[in-house]
């Protein structure tokens, strides 16, 4: 049980272009969503924290306008990088907890490898 | 003072050797621990969590927690070479309720 789904997996794209990465919780509803990004040889980044129907609470230094979030239904939140840049590429991760209290596992997604050219 | 510190390896043990992954936290008030095992490229998969002071086993794996000392511990018996990969240490912080804290992890290597 637990499955977390993201897709897609890489994407290759040219500056300036938007994308758009889908999470899904596949056997169990996911109340709370993250994102995640990381870079080579470094820890996890923690990006925002999504609850579905409300706004997504984003952390220090993370830019909300260029990084929209939107947590529409209990199995599905979306990551939006808008006009991505070089410096945007990066492996975003999601991941997804049950239950509406922190003490839960998060359950993480495959991740996609995002290259701007 | 960080508030999720691992070593950062790597910590290279024989086949067959226990490995034995630190982790020490800095809010007294942390309520549960995580080990998320991450290979290189791959996203992170949730290997233990504990919230009791004392020993979980799982198979070969086994969390030790001591909040008076604030650290948590992952032991790896009978390491096999496939457990080679970064062990990430998360604690979910009193103060930041939702959220995981992640240590920057401990890299295993196991020799054949």
């Known amino acids: 049980g637990a499955v977390v789904s993201q897709h897609p997996s890489r994407v290759i794209c040219k500056s300036g272009t938007s994308v758009k990465i889908e999470c899904r919780s596949l056997?169990?509803?996911?109340?709370?969503m993250f994102w995640y990004r990381q870079f080579p040889k470094q820890s996890l980044m923690l990006m925002a924290t999504?609850?579905?129907?409300?706004?997504?609470?984003?952390e220090q230094g993370v830019e909300k306008d260029k990084f929209l979030i939107n947590h529409a239904s209990l199995t599905l939140s979306t990551l939006t990088v808008t006009s991505a840049h070089p410096e945007d590429s990066s492996f975003y991760i999601c991941?997804?907890?049950?239950?509406?209290?922190?003490?839960?596992?998060?359950?993480f997604g495959d991740g996609t490898r995002l290259s701007i050219l | 003072q960080k508030e999720v510190e691992q070593n950062s390896g790597p910590l290279s043990v024989p086949e067959g050797a226990i490995a034995s992954l630190n982790c020490t936290y800095s809010?007294?008030?942390?309520?549960?621990f995580f080990w998320y095992r991450q290979y290189s490229g791959k996203s992170p998969e949730l290997i233990m969590f504990?919230?009791?002071?004392g020993d979980k086993e799982d198979g070969r794996f086994t969390a030790q927690l001591n909040k008076a000392s604030q650290y948590v511990s992952l032991l790896i018996r009978d390491s096999q070479p496939s457990d080679s990969a970064t062990y990430l240490c998360?604690?979910?912080?009193?103060?930041?309720?939702?959220?995981?804290?992640f240590g920057t992890g401990t890299r295993l290597l196991v020799s054949p």
């Open positions: 991941s997804a907890r049950t239950g509406g209290i922190g003490n839960q596992p998060q359950h």
């Open positions: 056997d169990f509803q996911a109340t709370t």
């Open positions: 999504s609850n579905e129907g409300s706004k997504a609470t984003y």
């Open positions: 809010d007294r008030g942390s309520q549960s």
């Open positions: 504990i919230y009791s002071n």
């Open positions: 998360a604690v979910n912080l009193r103060t930041g309720f939702q959220k995981l804290v």
